[in-house]
């Protein structure tokens, strides 16, 4: 925080590139390597992606970069030395934080992890995560003689089956540490990134649309978008390029998203066929398009002494039926709300969607009583051509998690 009390503008970046870290504390140790420059794009990079960064800098590697590098890079404090705040214990007890990072690592460091020896703040901060079984990773930096060095290699061997290495690059004679973008996929893979969806282009849309009566009157549903948003933030967490078509919704798009704001069903209809004008995997129709549009909308505001006025309505355009026309490939998923209806019926109306639509999976839930009870809540039917899956009343934080694995699955 800053010292008005307002979040520190270096935070402005979290999250402007995935989700996957979102709510991991990691420390970032910085040894006394001529590498430690780089820790200053390690630690935002891990920012992009959600992480809250605290560092930890070693005497030497303070004479190489000022520690208010790194506080104007993480928006926290540096650690330089112990002192009676405990702060070895506040860092890295148990559960205190999520990960540990050493980068650069030089020999000096690691020999003290595997030994045991805790002089510098560093070393005593890596002997308390140790203990406490918070993960470690280490980018080892040195020439490459010391690298080759029996008893660093012995120490290597010792700690390799207890903490993670990120091999170093071996360039005119040195041992040099991994570049922060190799560390930081390292990370995103040990956080659950997926294989399968890492990279794929996802198109989808979520939230409601509003058609206009005249020029201050709308017609438009409850669709908050939440379900949308989600299931973005989870894909976008998974390693997913998403790009999201979105109304006008009350839920916060991820900021890892390409978003792209809409109001009317037409609006969104366009924009959605202007996307796929270029290549996407995976297309996932979540928003709660208008399914009927005023035919004749009045530019001005209709007076309101009229006893009676007829607003006549007309069909709009189905989205989800132009996806497969425009690329045969691509892996569809709709989503088909009713009310009220038995689940025999919902699965029969998911199954004729699935078919109308050429979809290759189709999310039916009923919006009735139950939902209404608390949105927040949802149960889902997942239809496909392998059969149907019923997923139980639960949270939509979790059920987009499940339409995400069910996802991984079939692609």
Not at 116 to 137: E, N, Q, R, W
Not at 269 to 282: G, P, S, W
Request: glycine share 6%.
């Amino acid at each position: 925080m800053s010292k008005k009390g307002l979040p520190h503008p270096s935070l402005d970046i979290v999250e402007s590139n995935g989700t996957e870290l979102t709510g991991k504390n990691i420390v970032l140790c910085v040894a006394g390597s001529v590498a430690a420059y780089k820790s200053i794009e390690l630690a935002r990079l891990l920012m992009r992606h959600g992480a809250n960064v605290k560092c930890v800098m070693s005497n030497a590697s303070t004479k190489l970069i000022k520690p208010d590098y790194m506080k104007w890079a993480t928006g926290n404090n540096v650690i330089t030395k112990l002192t009676g705040d405990m702060e070895h214990i506040e860092l890295a007890d148990y559960k205190r934080s999520d990960l540990l990072i050493v980068y650069p690592s030089t020999a000096n460091t690691l020999g003290k992890l595997a030994t045991g020896i805790d002089d510098t703040p560093i070393s005593t901060v890596l002997t308390v995560a140790f203990g406490s079984k918070i993960p470690i990773i280490m980018g080892l930096a040195m020439h490459r003689s010391m690298y080759e060095n029996a008893a660093v290699k012995k120490n290597m061997d010792f700690l390799k089956k207890k903490i993670d290495f990120v091999s170093p690059q071996m360039i005119e004679g040195k041992a040099k540490a991994p570049e922060p973008e190799d560390m930081l996929s390292f990370v995103l893979k040990k956080f659950g990134g997926s294989k399968k969806l890492r990279g794929k282009k996802v198109l989808m849309t979520a939230g409601p649309t509003i058609e206009k009566i005249d020029s201050v009157r709308i017609i438009t549903n409850q669709s908050t978008g939440k379900t949308g948003t989600l299931l973005a933030s989870e894909l976008v967490s998974a390693g997913a390029k998403v790009t999201l078509v979105y109304g006008p919704g009350t839920s916060e798009p991820p900021k890892g998203a390409k978003v792209i704001q809409v109001n009317s069903v037409e609006e969104m209809n366009k924009a959605v066929k202007e996307c796929l004008k270029k290549k996407f995997d995976i297309a996932i129709m979540t928003a709660a398009a208008s399914d009927y549009v005023v035919k004749n909308s009045i530019a001005t505001k209709i007076k309101s002494d009229k006893k009676e006025i007829n607003v006549k309505l007309v069909k709009a355009p189905k989205i989800i039926d132009i996806i497969k026309k425009k690329q045969k490939g691509i892996f569809l998923i709709g989503f088909k709300a009713e009310t009220d209806i038995s689940k025999k019926e919902l699965v029969n109306r998911a199954k004729k969607k699935l078919k109308e639509s050429n979809a290759d999976m189709i999310i039916a839930n009923d919006i009735g009583r139950n939902y209404n009870k608390d949105p927040s809540y949802n149960e889902i039917i997942i239809v496909d051509s392998k059969g149907t899956t019923n997923v139980p009343r639960t949270k939509k934080e979790r059920l987009s998690k499940i339409i995400c694995k069910n996802i991984e699955k079939r692609i």
